[in-house]
């Protein structure tokens, strides 16, 4: 097998050099065979060895499907599949990626994730997402192996493979790449939660308004119901009253006619009366004139026969008149009763039709309060018409056994089916059209139950989309308190599923990381807990070089404020009494702080008394000439980057004949402040512009000066580092020197043991909670 890869690995370099007669896609082909030749698989169970190639054009397919029929590996035959689209991925033993889908390898990446799949890519620069890399002809490895990812993948890679030109990825970069990455998709992931639980409220939301407006719905449906029960009943009641009043016209018409017949026949008879009134008078007078004549005629002849003629003619004329006023009485009582039984007639009638019109009013009142009402609720209906219409929720209605009858627009607009498309295409009862395995149990509980149930499913419209649906079944009620409708709304969730599946896919992936970090952090924790115990040694190695104030204060008194900025510090504070009864005195600032600090301050300390006890050198100014040069040869900075070093405040004190105390000092770049009781004056000598150390610092050629003063006794001296110089205020100013020395003007007469604390609480109160910058250090020196 060796000898066969040596001569197959040779012919490649050959065809790769010369690219004749062979394509770059055939190359690759044969890249593909010799590596899966040379891999190890934990798990390979299957009857034939399966190769996928994906990309959106199967030019790649052609060559490692054309070898595919001599290739024998691991005793198995080889299977070539294309797959055009990520989704559309099978189950392989290797998956060869083309060169245009290296945009989207991630996605490729998380999809094989844990399956054991080999995938191959090809000049592919995310290197945290390959397992290995063909590069080929141009370059010095015609591969590269990213051993984590088949790690990962129980993939193990034979070492004859390496000899063929392979070079592994720089873990150590891709780790950093993770961490990077996997803090960003942290944020994602949190974002996400944070969204979707910003779309879960509002879909509960959405759940609660729409059984909130379901609820007013069914009320309302019910009240308009009764409302219409109520109102048909009106109505019927109405016609009824209205045919009643229909009769009660025609029998009132009919008396009108028969009462105005009436009245035209007692105005005739009234007629007739007056005539035979005016006849009879007429007769009457020509019977009295005949009367008399006779009465004239007969008065000579027989005045007996003309008194009797005479009394017979006035009892005839008194029987005519009292026969004609009997008939005027009687025409009268009659046409008097039948004027008073017509006003009778007529007021009975008037005093029903009043009646009746009140009755009429008071049902036309309850007939437009009714239509108002039934107004009022038409506008309601159309409201929730709109409502049911323009909502994207899907809603149906259906009887007590699941049959559908009615469904919304935003259920033809989700599903799309109508209501007769959906009878017709699929089933009239929701049991069969569901595909929800357990839709029988669900419409027991909402119809013999009685309670409203929610449940989830896969639902596919009528054009074959298949899509999450959240589904709310409600069980309406009637007066019986029986089931006689169920109202169903199904709201598509399909993106919150889609978003929790990427959560958890996503979790899953964060917790293994999380693991790997975990690990990761009690490492570093235990590296962190080492380091800090070396700190913390190295603590007390520094403290061990500083000078103990007891054995100053037989001298002189003293105090020192020392604070570092981490455990250790680059600040250090020096003492030396030589055999000459010379006092030195210095406080020190070096290059950093922390454990780069620390190192030059045990350098500078060292230096310091080498200097002034082995080398006798007690001038000032000469004992900082000597260890400017001591510290630009022991860090080798001529021959270096380093440009480390220090800014010193030095003194020498020595005692004179008057008791007094002459002292010498001198500076790189810090001052000396003093103060002399006698003179109640707060001074400040300024020390040379110039640092210790370092040989590219400006100012190199300065040399340091001497300074001289006399103190006496009482007289303070304070040495100090910039340090609480520079500390900064919660508004970013930094405290200075100045202001540093009008507090030690405000107080030099406190006694020298109080001022270390009043100095702390001055630092404290004017850093308040912002961080320490830089080590701070006072060294106060009061003679006596």
């Known amino acids: 097998m060796k000898k066969k890869i040596k001569i197959l690995a040779f012919f490649l370099v050959i065809f790769s050099n010369s690219y004749a007669q062979i394509s770059d896609a055939e190359l690759r082909a044969y890249w593909v065979y010799i590596i899966a030749d040379n891999i190890t698989w934990a798990k390979n169970d299957t009857d034939k060895f399966r190769i996928g190639v994906l990309g959106t054009e199967p030019l790649e397919l052609l060559p490692i499907q054309n070898l595919a029929p001599t290739k024998i590996i691991n005793g198995k035959s080889v299977e070539v599949s294309h797959f055009s689209k990520l989704k559309n991925l099978t189950e392989t033993e290797i998956l060869f990626v083309e060169e245009k889908e290296n945009d989207y390898i991630d996605a490729v990446y998380a999809k094989l994730k844990g399956t054991g799949t080999l995938l191959i890519t090809y000049k592919c620069e995310k290197s945290e997402f390959i397992m290995i890399n063909l590069l080929l002809a141009g370059v010095k490895n015609q591969f590269e192996i990213n051993s984590s990812n088949l790690y990962t993948e129980s993939i193990v890679v034979q070492d004859k493979l390496m000899a063929l030109g392979g070079s592994k990825v720089d873990l150590k970069g891709l780790f950093d790449k993770k961490v990077i990455e996997l803090y960003d998709k942290e944020l994602q992931l949190a974002e996400k939660e944070t969204l979707l639980n910003q779309k879960q409220v509002e879909l509960e939301n959405k759940v609660k308004e729409n059984l909130k407006q379901k609820e007013e719905n069914d009320s309302q449906k019910l009240l308009n119901s009764e409302q219409t ?148 609720a038409n506008k309601e209906l159309e409201k929730l018409s709109i409502v049911a219409s323009k909502t994207e929720n899907a809603i149906m209605i259906m009887d007590e056994n699941g049959n559908f009858e009615w469904v919304n627009v935003g259920f033809t607009r989700l599903y799309g089916y109508t209501l007769q498309l959906l009878i017709n295409e699929r089933d009239e009862n929701i049991i069969n059209v569901s595909e929800n395995p357990d839709i029988k149990d669900i419409i027991k509980r909402c119809s013999v139950d009685k309670e409203t149930v929610i449940y989830e499913s896969i639902n596919t419209s009528r054009n074959g989309e298949k899509f999450w649906v959240q589904t709310t079944l409600t069980p309406i009620l009637d007066n019986n308190n029986n089931v006689n409708k169920i ?298």
């Open 487 to 784: 109202i169903a709304i199904d709201a598509d969730i399909d993106k919150l599923k889609l978003q929790e599946k990427e959560i958890r896919q996503q979790s899953e992936e964060l917790r293994q990381q999380k693991d790997e970090l975990m690990e990761q952090k009690d490492q570093i924790e235990l590296k962190n807990k080492l380091i800090n115990s070396s700190i913390k040694y190295a603590q007390n190695i520094q403290k061990s070089i500083f000078p103990l104030e007891r054995i100053i204060n037989k001298f002189y008194n003293t105090f020192v404020i020392f604070r570092p900025k981490d455990v250790v510090s680059g600040d250090f504070y020096w003492y030396l009494h030589n055999d000459n009864n010379e006092f030195f005195f210095a406080a020190v600032d070096c290059t950093g702080h922390g454990v780069p600090g620390a190192f030059m301050s045990l350098i500078g300390s060292r230096m310091l008394s080498s200097i002034v006890s082995e080398k006798q050198i007690t001038d000032t100014k000469n004992i900082l000439g000597q260890i400017d040069r001591d510290i630009i040869r022991a860090l080798k900075q001529d021959e270096t980057d380093n440009n480390d070093g220090m800014d010193i405040c030095l003194t020498k004190v020595v005692k004179n004949a008057k008791g007094n105390y002459n002292v010498t000092f001198s500076g790189a770049k810090r001052p000396l402040f003093f103060y002399k009781k006698a003179e109640n004056k707060m001074d400040m000598l300024k020390g040379d512009r110039k640092s210790i150390g370092g040989v590219r610092l400006k100012r190199r050629k300065v040399e340091f000066t001497n300074q001289e003063i006399e103190l006496t006794k009482d007289d303070i001296m304070y040495l100090s580092t910039d340090g609480m110089m520079d500390q900064n205020s919660e508004d970013r100013k930094r405290y200075g020197t100045t202001r540093f020395v009008e507090f030690l003007e405000t107080i030099k007469e406190n006694l020298f043991d109080q001022q270390k604390q009043l100095i702390e609480k001055s630092l404290d109160s004017y850093k308040k909670q912002q961080e320490q910058r830089d080590d701070i250090t006072i060294f106060g020196v009061q003679f006596r």
């Open 229 to 376: 029960k109520t109102l048909e009943q009106k109505e019927t009641e109405l016609n009824i009253e209205k045919a009643k009043a229909a009769e009660l016209l025609r029998a009132i018409s009919t008396q009108e006619i028969i009462l105005r017949k009436s009245q035209s026949e007692l105005v005739v008879k009234q007629d007739e009366l007056v005539n035979k009134e005016t006849v009879i008078q007429g007769k009457n007078e020509i019977l009295e004139q005949q009367s008399s004549e006779l009465d004239k005629k007969a008065v000579e002849i027989q005045e007996r026969e003309n008194k009797i003629n005479q009394q017979s003619s006035q009892i005839e004329n008194q029987k005519l008149v009292i026969y004609g006023v009997i008939s005027f009485v009687l025409l009268l009582l009659v046409g008097g009763f039948i004027i008073w039984r017509s006003a009778r007639i007529n007021k009975r009638i008037n005093a029903e039709l009043k009646t009746r019109n009140i009755e009429i009013n008071k049902q036309k009142e309850e007939i437009e309060s009714q239509s108002f009402q039934l107004e009022q």
